[in-house]
């Protein structure tokens, strides 16, 4: 069961939203920002950070939930300590990409979508992380890990392990 959190940014955090709001003609220009912050602060983007945002903006929540769920770097539910994400376009499809998925999902024993039940990892397919020069391509956090093989693979994920014990 997923607990309710109070939603609500400091006022520096609000301070720094009404700077970035001059820069523009419309206010609900800043949404990205707005929404960056709140998965940040939050770890993800509930329905209540959603209702924030709309009132924050003075847009619609159907708005915030437009482009939240558009954009695949934003979370709309708890993710594990690591996510894992996969990218599966054309690049990095034909280098291999399904069978690092395939090998996370049996190294991790979860699906795509889903978090290893100590809180780890979290596994997800994207679509183009704009490096297809160097596929195929795992996002882990905001790092890239590219040129990627299974064996590779798997060795950060033990370097990840061996971090958290």
């Not at 939050?42 to 619609?60: D, F, P, R, V």
């Not at 991790?108 to 490096?131: A, P, Q, Y």
């Amino acid at each position: 069961m997923e607990t309710t959190v109070e939603i609500q940014f400091t006022e520096q955090e609000l301070q720094k939203i009404e700077n970035l709001k001059t820069r523009y003609l419309k206010p609900d220009s800043v949404i990205l920002e707005v929404l960056y912050l709140l998965q940040e602060k939050y770890g993800y983007i509930s329905q209540e950070g959603m209702k924030y945002a709309a009132e924050l903006l003075g847009i619609t929540e159907e708005q915030v939930l437009g482009v939240v769920t558009f954009y695949t770097m934003f979370n709309t539910k708890p993710i594990g300590k690591y996510h894992l994400q996969v990218c599966t376009n054309v690049s990095c499809m034909l280098k291999g990409a399904y069978d690092l998925l395939k090998k996370l999902e049996n190294e991790l024993n979860i699906k795509k979508g889903e978090t290893t039940s100590d809180g780890l990892f979290t596994i997800s397919e994207v679509e183009c992380l704009g490096s297809c020069g160097t596929a195929p391509v795992v996002q882990i956090n905001e790092d890239y890990y590219e040129n990627l093989n299974e064996e590779k693979l798997l060795q950060i994920i033990q370097e990840l392990r061996n971090k958290t014990l």
